[in-house]
């Protein structure tokens, strides 16, 4: 698991079971800007205290890229909004699975973590 | 009041035209009223949305324009807001009115107002995070039988978040559902010997086809078959889950964001005096106020909690005189209104306080303010009722009651506008 402060990956001791010989790929976030997404969202390394390492938010940072990830591995990220309930927040991950994850707000309770398995690129 | 409005609608149209097209707004990425954003545009505590409306009210017509961005970087705190707006009279008449339910002496005329807001939302603490995977984890095989654990998740290809939500029936049913597609796909490319793509692509239903890193991690569960467990149709057994959740959540305080606030004031109004020693001239000038204020807003999902204080150098507002001269070679007279004598400089010190409250979810919001001039004693008050939109309803529309001691008394506005992101 990753902790603390600073720019490490999901590589760094959270993954799983990576499947031999498929590689390594980048991984983006994105915030689905097609979504209700609720005014203040972000996605971020379970752990991670600095909002500078925010794998995605709307405030500064709609997306980023986690360069060279196992294929197959599997890793954890927090999301997490703050907006009206009954809202959506929702991010895009590509080269991974979930390919959209919607979370939708409710009265208590707008975080959530969730595992991210890692795909190939191409066919 | 309804003649306003519509004196006023094509203004409102132009101010849209030239502002949305000129800030390159991707209407995609508009973001929502949130009980955090003030609805007109004009409250000096936290707003994050830039917002363009027009007000018609018992005293004034004023058009206003914010326009609110969060830096690359943060000045202060996890995340810094910067702002700028304007703020005046559409119609000539009313250049010399106040706001309704304020007792602040830069409402006016014109005016331009910036301030800087620092967000303070610290990320969910690890150990949060990892109870509540914890509870995950644990829960997941006694919902869902069959052999497949919480880490088995993003093989459904269903949502699956650790969260409160994922004690609900029906999200569980997904997530089975997906675990037998996925195993019958798999199940299909080993009997015909293909290889499972590496991306993930759907079928012609939309439904996800099997990845290679899917049938990898289920190669040795081909066999395998996922249920829903009594437990899971335990509609008691799903809420106590639910609760244990909140429970880890609700010790986090990374749901509260905290919002301190600064801004100034410019505003610019017309004055008509009398100079005290020849009362027979009526000056026309301008007078040039100004304001700082400080706001701390305390945000939670649904609403928001504010309180701050202003300072302004504003002008006293003495009573206005009508003096009449003869006109020369006629037998009628020439009336003139305005007060005596310069308007005289005054300093005010007012405490504020308001709250933004979610009623109905995407419908409508409340956002009552309480005002209290230290220097004056004055008291005011407003209850802005405005129809907080969601995406298909990106109009802010609502009518605001304001009231005012020591003269002016109640007030009426009616005001519609739009909010709009930059990201």
Partial sequence: MVNGKGKAGPSGGSSKSAAPGLGKVDVTFALDDKNTTAKLARVYLPGTTDPENDLANNMDKPKSTLKGQTVGSTFEVVVEASGTPGQKCAFNVTNSEPPVLRRTLKKSGNSASVLITVLGDGE | ?423
Wanted: with cysteine.
């Fill in chain 2, 1 to 423: 009041m309804i003649r306003l409005i519509l004196t006023h609608v094509p203004a409102l149209c132009c101010a849209l035209l030239w502002s949305l097209p000129a800030q390159a707004i991707d209407t995609d990425k508009q973001a929502q009223v949130a009980p955090l954003s003030s609805p007109d545009g004009k409250s000096p505590a936290a707003s994050s949305l830039s917002v363009i409306s027009l007000a018609a009210a018992t005293t004034d017509s004023k058009a206003t324009l914010s326009l609110a961005g969060f830096t690359p970087k943060p000045i202060l705190g996890d995340y810094s807001l910067l702002q700028i707006g304007g703020e005046a009279p559409v119609s000539k008449d009313s250049d010399t009115e106040t706001d309704i339910g304020t007792v602040s002496g830069l409402t006016a005329g014109a005016s331009a107002n910036a301030s800087a807001s620092f967000y303070w939302w610290p990320h969910e603490q690890l150990d949060v995070t990892n109870q509540r995977d914890a509870i995950c984890r644990a829960e997941f095989p006694e919902l869902i039988a069959g052999g497949f654990e919480y880490e088995d998740g993003p093989q459904s290809h269903a949502d699956v978040a650790c969260s409160s939500d994922l004690f609900d029936a029906k999200q569980l049913q997904s997530i089975a559902d997906g675990f037998n597609d996925i195993i019958k796909q798999c199940s299909r490319f080993k009997a015909h010997n293909k290889r499972p793509p590496n991306k993930l692509t759907v079928d012609k239903n939309n439904k996800p086809i099997a990845t290679a890193v899917d049938c990898d991690k289920f190669k040795n569960k081909l066999s395998w078959k996922a249920t829903l467990t009594d437990k899971a149709k335990h509609a008691s057994y799903l809420q106590n889950l639910q609760d244990k959740i909140d429970v880890v959540e609700s010790a986090s305080e990374s749901k509260l964001v905290r919002v301190l606030t600064v801004g100034t004031k410019e505003n610019r109004q017309k004055v008509a005096y009398f100079d005290k020693s020849d009362l027979s001239t009526l000056i026309k000038d301008h007078s040039t106020g100004y304001g700082v204020n400080v706001a701390y807003s305390l945000v939670w999902p649904s609403w928001m909690l504010s309180g701050g204080f202003s300072y302004e150098k504003t002008f006293k507002n003495t009573d206005s005189v009508q003096i009449c001269s003869p006109v020369p070679m006629s037998t009628s007279s020439k009336c003139l209104t305005g007060t005596i004598g310069q308007p005289p400089e005054m300093y005010s010190r007012i405490l504020f306080a308001e709250s933004r409250i979610l009623i109905s979810v995407g419908a409508l919001a409340v956002g009552p303010r309480v005002e209290y001039d230290l220097t004056a004693s004055k008291f005011a008050a407003k209850v802005p009722l405005y129809f907080a939109p969601d995406k298909d309803k990106t109009l802010i529309g609502g009518i605001t009651l304001g009231y005012v001691t020591h003269g002016d008394g109640f007030g009426v506005e009616v005001f519609v506008g739009k909010a709009f992101s930059f990201y």
